[in-house]
């Protein structure tokens, strides 16, 4: 009977719960985080019941109506609210913003969904088949083959063309190669030749095993399988999935402990000709030199002859002018963008002020809601100790205290090492002025956040505002969707090419902030000896990231199209890249528009560059000719190449010749005068294509195109079609070192169809 009676006061309390739900809906209110109305209560449970309370009108008790009360990812809260009350809610003091709670889905190596890639019939994965029987060669550190991002289930059989081995050395063998990952190879020669020391903290595996973890994240972001419920202690949280997951990896460790030499560099690219890669993707790079010095371009140079892609890292000197590496015009080039994924740490401090800063520190509830600590700044002369060096942070003064420490000189992580064991509580990461805003966040040893240059400047004013500063951190997990994105990451280095100003570099952006991929169990998450954590995945942030997104897409290209050459691989990626973030706006660096030096073509797209509609291709003779045309000498030409040439007899002949690239890059050395560029489309679309130009004029230049019209017969016709640039007199040009624009030319009955080349014209007088 008691039973009887308790499951009908049950079902009548759904009842009444589902009548009242039919009114109610979940709202998000975002509030002030500095709220004026905030003083007036003693917490900010309080605070927020507070909004709730004024709102209902009826003396029900508010706390039944709030779901969230919100400290972290943002100031605010969740709660039910019928549609009537959200007017009067809306003009209450302190109430940014009221968000319908929207479903969303779990989610890591977030980026692939991030760039459009789903299982939406007719896009990007479906055309290549997930790249399936493309061969992706990463030269990096190498690869921890048991990590599950190279499970084979379900991969084809290897392909017959494949023609290299898994190299058997310390801890690896054989067996360690499946389907998924058919063959590794390590080169130590030039290593062991040129290392001083042979000692690290880290053992050094001599085989293909990573030793470091850059190599096994950059192998599976390029081709990785999937892999259900991965994340960083629950941080990013979802399936985990490569660019082109159906690709089969080879891997060839050329890095060790001190770096990556160019004499075991060469000989991996000398070996992966020969193997059979499809595509080779080299997260690394130096200084930029010379294309004749540049063992990366020579070798690729090679590989782009026999039909392989090469795509490489723009490296990380940003936002430095002029920083780009690896800018050889046969190298895909990539630069660095965000992802709209925040982790957001919270620095609360004492007077009532918040500053936002990421961490992906594996923090609980219980953390976020602790006590305020001291904060310590420590500034002890020239010991090292506001960048917090080893043995410079003196225990009596850091014990049980909030840490700040600049960055600079050494690993983030690293110094939260330090803070630890000097007896630190937690630790804030400030940014000095070389980094600004950038946000590239850690998996720290212990609670610690990192904050841009701006607040790093108002925490560093309230320590000397006080005698006893304090604040607490506030983890807020992981966040999507709320900024924009994609923008330029800070590090991603920059053009114009110092080498070779005549080819727009980088070639694309792609997503290098804070990407999720896999990782060593040798390891623990921040790559140092003392962490004693492990995982199957963790965050890095650089080209490097960037690098084998577009490795991936490269990828699903050739797999669509395996006849295609390695420039038309590349157009379709550039012609077909994105100038525009998720919002619609341009596509910032920093707080400005970006200009084509940090993005190149723009961000790339999947979807669209599996059908790009037209290509500009360039033949292995063409580079030659472009060669002769910047002046290179015919020994320098050689080293590059193998062709003896005569430079005289190819400019004799090809007196107006410019490279075929897709994007234009013009220079004019005086003021005054005119620049005339030649570029041949081929239709890859469909039949009885016509296409109309339409240009973006660059300020101070006038750009003339004949034809205006390009009109396609057939499939694989190609046209060509001449742009002159003319710079204007009267013009300010003196004080202009640089102005962009861009030719689009557009499909006239399908829209899909855009073929778009950024233009930078930069002046220089002698």
Same mark, same amino acid.
């Given at each position: 009977?008691?039973?009887?009676?308790?499951?009908?006061v049950?079902?009548?309390?759904l009842y009444?719960?589902s009548?009242h739900?039919? /009114?109610?809906?979940?709202?998000?209110?975002?509030?002030?985080?500095?709220?004026?109305?905030?003083?007036?209560?003693?917490?900010?449970?309080?605070?927020h019941?507070?909004?709730?309370?004024?709102?209902?009108?009826?003396?029900?008790?508010?706390?039944?109506?709030?779901?969230?009360?919100?400290?972290?990812?943002?100031?605010?809260?969740?709660a039910?609210?019928?549609?009537s009350?959200?007017?009067?809610l809306?003009?209450?003091?302190?109430?940014?913003?009221?968000? =319908? $709670?929207?479903?969303?889905?779990?989610?890591?190596?977030?980026?692939y969904?991030?760039?459009? &890639?789903?299982?939406?019939?007719?896009?990007?994965?479906?055309?290549?088949?997930?790249?399936r029987?493309?061969?992706?060669?990463?030269?990096?550190?190498?690869?921890?083959?048991?990590?599950?991002?190279?499970?084979?289930?379900?991969?084809?059989?290897?392909?017959? +063309?494949?023609?290299?081995?898994?190299?058997?050395?310390?801890?690896?063998?054989?067996s360690?190669?499946?389907?998924k990952?058919?063959?590794?190879?390590?080169?130590?020669?030039?290593?062991?030749?040129?290392?001083?020391?042979?000692?690290?903290?880290?053992?050094?595996?001599?085989?293909?095993?990573?030793?470091?973890?850059?190599?096994?994240? /950059?192998?599976?972001?390029?081709?990785?399988?999937?892999?259900?419920?991965?994340?960083?202690?629950?941080?990013?949280?979802?399936?985990?999935?490569?660019m082109?997951?159906?690709?089969?990896?080879?891997?060839?460790?050329v890095c060790?402990?001190?770096?990556?030499y160019? *004499?075991d560099? &060469?000989a991996?690219? $000398?070996?992966?000709?020969?193997?059979? %890669?499809?595509?080779?993707?080299?997260?690394?790079?130096?200084?930029?030199?010379?294309?004749?010095?540049?063992?990366?371009?020579?070798g690729?140079?090679?590989?782009?002859?026999?039909?392989?892609?090469?795509i490489c890292a723009?490296?990380n000197?940003?936002?430095i002018?002029? *920083?780009?590496?690896?800018?050889?015009?046969w190298?895909t #080039?990539?630069?660095?963008?965000?992802?709209?994924?925040r982790?957001?740490?919270?620095?609360h401090?004492?007077?009532?002020?918040?500053?936002?800063?990421?961490?992906m520190?594996?923090?609980?509830?219980?953390?976020?809601?602790?006590?305020?600590?001291?904060?310590?700044?420590?500034?002890?002369g020239d010991t090292g100790?506001?960048?917090?060096?080893?043995?410079?942070?003196?225990?009596?003064?850091?014990?049980?205290?909030?840490?700040?420490?600049?960055?600079?000189?050494?690993?983030?992580?690293e110094k939260?090492q330090? %803070?630890?064991?000097?007896?630190?509580?937690?630790?804030i990461?400030?940014?000095?002025?070389i980094?600004?805003?950038e946000?590239?966040?850690?998996?720290?040893?212990?609670?610690? #956040?990192?904050?841009?240059?701006?607040?790093?400047?108002?925490?560093?004013?309230?320590?000397?505002?006080?005698?006893?500063?304090q604040?607490?951190?506030v983890?807020g997990?992981?966040?999507?969707?709320?900024?924009?994105?994609?923008?330029?990451?800070?590090? *991603?280095?920059?053009?114009?090419?110092f080498?070779?100003?005549?080819?727009?570099?980088?070639?694309v952006?792609?997503?290098?902030?804070?990407?999720?991929?896999?990782?060593?169990?040798?390891?623990?998450?921040?790559?140092?000896?003392?962490? #004693?954590?492990?995982?199957?995945?963790?965050?890095?942030?650089?080209t490097?990231?960037?690098?084998p997104?577009?490795g991936?897409?490269?990828?699903?290209?050739?797999?669509?199209?395996?006849?295609?050459?390695?420039?038309?691989?590349?157009?379709?990626?550039? #012609?077909?890249?994105?100038?525009?973030?998720?919002?619609?706006?341009?596509?910032?660096?920093?707080?400005?528009?970006?200009?084509v030096?940090?993005?190149?073509?723009?961000?790339?797209? =999947?979807? +669209?560059?599996?059908?790009p509609?037209l290509?500009?291709d360039?033949?292995?003779?063409?580079? %030659?000719?472009?060669?002769?045309?910047?002046?290179?000498?015919?020994?320098e030409i050689?080293?590059?190449?193998?062709?003896?040439?005569?430079?005289? $007899?190819?400019?004799?002949?090809?007196r107006?010749?410019?490279?075929?690239?897709?994007?234009?890059?013009?220079?004019? +050395?005086?003021g005054?005068?005119?620049?005339?560029?030649?570029?041949r489309?081929?239709?890859?679309?469909?039949?009885?294509?016509?296409?109309?130009?339409?240009i973006i004029?660059?300020?101070?230049?006038k750009v003339?195109?004949?034809?205006?019209?390009?009109?396609?017969?057939?499939i694989?016709q190609?046209?060509?079609?001449?742009?002159?640039?003319?710079?204007?007199?009267? /013009?300010?040009t003196?004080?202009?070192?640089?102005t962009?624009?861009?030719?689009?030319?557009?499909?006239?009955?399908?829209a899909?169809?855009k073929v778009?080349s950024?233009?930078?014209?930069?002046?220089k007088y002698?």
């Amino acid at each position: 009977m008691k039973s009887n009676i308790q499951l009908f006061v049950f079902s009548l309390s759904l009842y009444i719960f589902s009548l009242h739900a039919d /009114t109610l809906q979940t709202f998000i209110i975002q509030l002030h985080p500095h709220g004026i109305t905030s003083s007036q209560f003693t917490s900010k449970l309080n605070w927020h019941l507070s909004f709730i309370k004024q709102t209902i009108s009826t003396d029900e008790d508010p706390s039944s109506r709030l779901i969230y009360s919100y400290q972290s990812a943002m100031e605010g809260f969740a709660a039910q609210f019928a549609q009537s009350e959200l007017e009067y809610l809306q003009k209450l003091p302190d109430v940014i913003s009221i968000r =319908p $709670d929207r479903q969303h889905h779990v989610q890591t190596t977030y980026s692939y969904k991030f760039l459009g &890639l789903n299982f939406v019939k007719g896009g990007a994965w479906y055309q290549s088949g997930f790249g399936r029987g493309t061969i992706i060669g990463v030269l990096d550190t190498g690869v921890w083959p048991e990590s599950p991002s190279f499970n084979d289930h379900g991969m084809p059989p290897i392909p017959t +063309k494949w023609r290299g081995i898994c190299q058997e050395g310390q801890s690896f063998n054989s067996s360690n190669c499946n389907r998924k990952l058919i063959g590794a190879r390590y080169f130590t020669k030039g290593h062991i030749v040129a290392s001083t020391s042979l000692q690290s903290n880290i053992q050094e595996y001599v085989s293909p095993r990573d030793s470091h973890g850059h190599g096994t994240h /950059t192998s599976s972001t390029a081709g990785g399988a999937s892999v259900q419920m991965a994340s960083v202690f629950g941080n990013g949280a979802g399936v985990a999935r490569g660019m082109a997951p159906g690709a089969h990896i080879a891997v060839y460790k050329v890095c060790w402990f001190n770096g990556c030499y160019s *004499s075991d560099i &060469l000989a991996a690219m $000398d070996v992966a000709i020969r193997d059979g %890669v499809d595509i080779l993707s080299l997260s690394l790079g130096g200084l930029p030199v010379p294309l004749y010095d540049d063992s990366i371009a020579i070798g690729s140079f090679r590989a782009m002859e026999h039909g392989i892609s090469v795509i490489c890292a723009a490296g990380n000197n940003g936002p430095i002018p002029s *920083s780009v590496a690896n800018a050889a015009p046969w190298i895909t #080039t990539i630069g660095a963008s965000t992802l709209d994924r925040r982790f957001p740490a919270i620095v609360h401090m004492s007077n009532g002020e918040a500053l936002y800063g990421e961490s992906m520190y594996p923090a609980n509830l219980l953390m976020s809601r602790g006590k305020e600590l001291e904060l310590v700044y420590v500034t002890d002369g020239d010991t090292g100790s506001q960048y917090c060096f080893r043995g410079s942070l003196p225990r009596e003064k850091v014990h049980g205290k909030i840490v700040v420490c600049d960055r600079g000189v050494y690993g983030r992580a690293e110094k939260g090492q330090v %803070v630890k064991e000097a007896g630190g509580a937690a630790m804030i990461l400030a940014n000095t002025e070389i980094n600004l805003e950038e946000d590239s966040v850690d998996v720290h040893v212990l609670p610690a #956040t990192s904050i841009g240059f701006a607040e790093s400047i108002h925490l560093k004013a309230y320590i000397n505002s006080t005698m006893r500063p304090q604040a607490r951190i506030v983890f807020g997990g992981t966040v999507i969707g709320r900024s924009r994105a994609p923008a330029v990451a800070q590090f *991603s280095a920059r053009g114009p090419s110092f080498t070779n100003p005549s080819i727009l570099k980088p070639d694309v952006i792609a997503p290098g902030v804070n990407i999720i991929a896999a990782w060593p169990q040798n390891l623990g998450p921040t790559g140092l000896p003392e962490d #004693t954590r492990r995982v199957n995945f963790t965050v890095m942030s650089g080209t490097s990231m960037a690098c084998p997104h577009v490795g991936g897409i490269a990828a699903l290209v050739r797999s669509a199209h395996p006849k295609w050459s390695p420039a038309a691989i590349k157009s379709a990626i550039m #012609t077909t890249a994105e100038v525009t973030d998720h919002s619609g706006k341009p596509i910032l660096d920093g707080n400005e528009p970006a200009d084509v030096f940090a993005t190149g073509s723009g961000q790339v797209n =999947p979807d +669209k560059a599996i059908n790009p509609g037209l290509i500009y291709d360039i033949r292995p003779d063409e580079y %030659v000719n472009h060669l002769c045309s910047l002046g290179y000498k015919r020994s320098e030409i050689f080293s590059i190449t193998h062709r003896n040439v005569s430079c005289l $007899d190819i400019m004799r002949t090809n007196r107006s010749f410019s490279l075929n690239y897709p994007s234009i890059s013009v220079i004019f +050395k005086e003021g005054m005068g005119s620049k005339m560029f030649t570029r041949r489309l081929t239709n890859v679309g469909s039949p009885n294509s016509i296409y109309s130009v339409e240009i973006i004029e660059p300020e101070g230049v006038k750009v003339i195109v004949k034809p205006q019209r390009l009109i396609f017969k057939h499939i694989n016709q190609s046209l060509s079609y001449r742009v002159w640039f003319v710079s204007r007199k009267g /013009t300010k040009t003196r004080r202009m070192s640089f102005t962009q624009g861009h030719l689009t030319w557009v499909h006239s009955s399908n829209a899909f169809y855009k073929v778009r080349s950024p233009i930078a014209v930069a002046w220089k007088y002698k």
